[in-house]
């Protein structure tokens, strides 16, 4: 059974910062990992998706990074932003029906 | 492009009462999920359908819950008779194709019960 661990729960910094979030999982044969941003109150929006053969992605100011092999993937957000405050997810499928597992998240607050 | 839909956005009802929620996907895409997200926690997969066909639902409490893809377009997920415990945001995602393909959510219908 896959599991999804997120590291830290909770994150808190200045405005202006360069930060990096966590994710890693237990089954390593997964078909991609994508990151996603969530704000309270609303649906989850797609930030990165990273095919298993690849080993990072950028848009903007966001990369994410995948290891297969240790079960690991990093999102490194560049200049933080107040904009940036959100709750940010981790998922990977795998298996024989591709289920998508969910970390358990990210709350990031970037100070003013 | 048109986002996936989801329908109500919030609902309140009594305990033992039933409730339903509509989703309609992005066009074209062949695979819907429902999700159960509680306030804190990450989003659980209820049920994944492949076209018509249920793929996954190994974590639907089918003894309340139950849930239909009808021409493999739009799906309804009920709850019926409702529990406290089912208080929750009910998420729905589609993809292009499992696995590979990138997942795209709704804005949730947020459920609380009294």
């Known amino acids: 059974k896959q599991e999804v661990t997120q590291i830290p729960a909770a994150l808190s910094v200045p405005e202006g910062e360069n930060l990096v979030l966590n994710c890693s999982f237990t089954?390593?044969?997964?078909?991609?990992l994508q990151w996603f941003r969530q704000d309270p109150g609303k649906g989850l929006t797609s930030l990165l998706l990273?095919?298993?053969?690849?080993r990072e992605q950028t848009s903007g100011r966001l990369n994410a990074s995948l290891d297969k092999s240790s079960g690991r993937s990093t999102l490194y957000i560049a200049a933080s932003q107040p904009g940036d405050s959100a709750t940010y997810l981790c998922a990977v499928p795998s298996g024989g029906y591709q289920k998508v597992t969910f970390g358990t998240g990210t709350k990031l607050q970037v100070i003013p | 492009e048109a986002g996936v839909a989801q329908s109500p956005r919030y609902k309140i009802i009594e305990k033992r009462q039933s409730v339903a929620f509509w989703c309609n996907p992005i066009?074209?895409?062949?695979?819907l999920y429902w999700y159960q997200q509680i306030l804190g926690q990450g989003p659980k997969l209820l049920i994944q359908?492949?076209?018509?066909?249920?793929?996954?639902d190994s974590q639907l409490p089918k003894d309340r819950f139950s849930a239909e893809r009808l021409k493999g377009v739009d799906s309804t997920l009920k709850i019926q008779p409702a529990k406290l415990e089912d208080s929750a945001v009910y998420l729905c995602?589609?993809?292009?194709?499992?696995?590979?393909?990138?997942?795209?959510f709704g804005e949730g219908s947020r459920l609380t019960v009294l």
């Open positions: 990273i095919q298993s053969s690849q």
């Open positions: 066009s074209g895409h062949a695979t």
């Open positions: 089954d390593s044969a997964i078909y991609n």
């Open positions: 995602a589609s993809s292009l194709e499992a696995g590979a393909g990138e997942l795209f």
């Open positions: 359908f492949q076209n018509n066909g249920v793929v996954d």
